[in-house]
């Protein structure tokens, strides 16, 4: 079975500073997928960023990058320019290609100070 | 398009009845996925579904819970006789087709049982 790790259960960052939200994983697939879905005070579940595991390039999505560490079974998330919208609890997860269902780590909430 | 729509956002029950959770997946979609979020806790997966058929309940309780998606309209997630550990939000998720795709979720269902 996989395993989702996230270690930080709360961070936070000052305005237009950079923060990285750190995400390990267990699996013995070599065919996944990796996600970073946002959750505000909403409740709305909010895809930020995917990364395909045959991919050695990492994801970038406007102010979102990973670092993909694929050895090492990790998978950070690192926000550049912080802005107080992106304060959330941040969800890493993991999709393998045998299995459709998405295993989600813990969460990290993220608080953004002005 | 319209988004994945869940209906009713907020349900409250008494212990001992029975809740319906309604999901329409986003047009075009024919894949359904349920997932249950515990207060304080990340979403973890309930069961997938097609058109007319389970695929995957391994993450849902044995007992009380069941889920359909029929040819014609929203998927179901049935709790009988609810008891007060239920009390979660429940997201429906979906998604297109085959492959490794992203998956949209819906705003959640509160259910509270009093």
């Known amino acids: 079975a996989q395993t989702v790790t996230q270690s930080q259960p709360e961070m936070s960052v000052q305005e237009a500073e950079t923060v990285t939200l750190s995400c390990t994983y267990d699996t013995s697939e070599s065919d996944y997928y990796l996600f970073w879905y946002k959750q505000p005070p909403s409740r709305q579940m909010i895809l930020v960023i995917r990364?395909?595991?045959?991919?050695?390039q990492n994801a970038t999505e406007n102010r979102f990058s990973v670092n993909f560490q694929k050895a090492a079974k990790s998978f950070s998330l690192k926000i550049s320019d912080s802005q107080l919208g992106d304060a959330a609890m941040y969800f890493c997860?993991?999709?393998?290609?045998?299995?459709?269902?998405?295993?989600f780590g813990s969460g990290t909430q993220l608080t953004v100070l002005p | 398009n319209a988004g994945v729509m869940q209906n009713p956002r907020h349900l409250v029950r008494r212990r001992g009845q029975e809740a319906r959770l309604r999901c329409s997946p986003m047009?075009?979609?024919?894949?359904v996925y349920w997932y249950r979020q515990l207060p304080e806790e990340g979403l973890k997966f309930m069961v997938y579904l097609q058109k007319e058929n389970i695929i995957d309940e391994s993450g849902m309780p044995k007992e009380r819970f069941s889920a359909e998606f029929p040819k014609e309209g929203p998927s179901i997630l049935r709790i009988q006789q609810v008891v007060r550990g239920d009390s979660a939000a429940y997201f429906c998720?979906?998604?297109?087709?085959?492959?490794?795709?992203?998956?949209?979720f819906g705003p959640g269902t509160r259910l509270t049982v009093t």
């Open positions: 998720a979906s998604s297109p087709g085959q492959g490794p795709d992203e998956q949209y």
């Open positions: 990364q395909e595991a045959y991919k050695q």
């Open positions: 047009k075009g979609h024919s894949h």
């Open positions: 997860a993991f999709h393998s290609g045998s299995a459709r269902q998405l295993t």
